[in-house]
Structure formats: C-alpha cells, structure tokens
C-alpha cells in the first residue's frame, strides 16, 4: 500500500448525475494532485494543490470540481460528464510541489459514464 | 517544449534474460527523471528516480537505469526477468526552471514469458 486512498474504487454515472471521487493520503505530505488515466494517452495532469491551494488546472473542463479542505483530503466533484470522461482517475500526493520529489499514487477510481 | 517518449508500446522478454524499457526525455534545463510501474487495477508504483550524481541509478525489485545526458535518455533495465514484472511502465520527467511540471510518457507494456 502506498499510504493514499481511493474511493469509490469504481464508478458508473449517468451524463445528468452529480458525483464525487474522494482522495486521501496518510503520508503527512503537502501537496496533492488529480491525473485522469486513459488508455494509449499518457497521464493527463489535472489540477495539483500545494498547501491546500490550487496552483495548476491545466485547461479542464469546468464539470470537474476539485476541492482540497487540508493537505490530506482531496475531492473531484463531477457533473454532467460527457461519455469520453470515461477513464481512470488517479489521485497522487507528494512530500512537496517541487519536481525532485516522487509522486505517491492511489489505486484510482475507474469512472464510466453511460 | 518538455516531452517524454517511450517508443514501445511492448516489449516481450524471456524470463531470466535482461530486459530493456526505453526512455527519452526533452527538457529545458536539467532533468529529474523517474521510473513507475503500474500493476493491473492499481495506481503508479515509484521505483527509481535521477536527480544528480551517479548516472547509473538503483532502484526497488532489482531495476535500475542509466541517465545518458548526450542521448537524453533514461533507459530502465533489469539484469533477469521475472514473469511478476510483467506490466505497464512509465517513464516521467520533471525540470528544474521552476515551473515543476511532472509529464509521463505512454508507458511500455512488459510481458515476461516463462
């Protein structure tokens, strides 16, 4: 186990639902981040947090909500997904946002939308 | 631009002979550079990271890679295979001009044939 937590584990939600993907890391590190997995498609970075604070959304489309309450929770909020935001959603935590740090990541929630 | 390529998408190996997985990297500046391994319905495992020093770099499960800076490459071998490192490997690489962006490449599948 690598000491950060996903759930739920799989998830099938129809394009008018509102859901969400909870993230938790028990690692005591600082900064947090979303990676949306799909296949054949290197790992799309999504939004990362340092100290609870968004400080990277790269372009996502505004039905993905994320929210840091503190350094060891973090949530993606969905809402009207569209069928191609079917992947793996992986949440990764690391001691801090610099880039000599490796990344700790969860199991992931696999995500479909029907 | 920052970018990371893996040209295979398989690599078969008998087990117990060594295998390579491939990696090339652009960067501006010097890189950090990373090796992960994802197992089927699990998050990125970390196994080996370059930051400075040694080019040749251990990691965990017998892996290691070599930093090669005049081909820009970060090649992940293994001296004997083993069926149990049959999967899906990443290659990622981080700069050092401040902004920290962290792209993976998309990944080389490793089948390890008894």
Redesign the interface.
């Known amino acids: 186990e ?1 000491g ?1 937590t ?1 759930t739920p584990r799989h998830l099938v939600m129809g394009m008018t639902n509102k859901k969400s993907l909870k993230c938790e890391q028990h690692l005591g590190h600082n900064a947090m981040y979303w990676y949306k997995q799909s296949a ?4 799309e ?1 999504m939004f990362v947090y340092s100290l609870e604070e968004r400080v990277e959304n790269n372009s996502v489309p505004s039905r993905f909500s994320p929210e840091c309450p503190n350094s060891s929770h973090l949530f993606l909020h969905l809402h009207t997904l569209q069928p191609e935001d079917s992947a793996l959603y ?1 949440c ?1 935590s690391s001691p801090q ?4 740090y ?7 929630t696999r995500l479909t939308v029907t | 631009a920052q970018s990371v390529a893996q040209p295979e998408d398989q690599v078969n190996v008998a087990e117990g002979n060594p295998l390579t997985v491939k990696c090339t990297y652009s960067v501006s500046g010097n890189p950090y550079l990373f090796w992960y391994v994802q197992y089927p319905n699990r998050g990125l495992q970390f196994l080996l990271k370059y930051i400075t020093g040694d080019n040749l770099v251990k990691g965990s499960y017998g892996f290691e890679a070599e930093f090669n800076k005049s081909q820009t490459s970060f090649h992940l071998k293994k001296p004997s295979a083993l069926v149990s490192d049959s999967a899906l490997y990443f290659c990622a690489v981080s700069d050092t001009s401040g902004t920290y962006k962290y792209i993976f490449g998309t990944g080389t599948r490793l089948k390890v044939l008894a």
Do not use: H
């Open positions: 690598t950060v996903q054949k498609k290197p790992l970075l992986l990764a946002r610099t880039g000599s490796e990344q700790y990541f969860g199991p992931g």
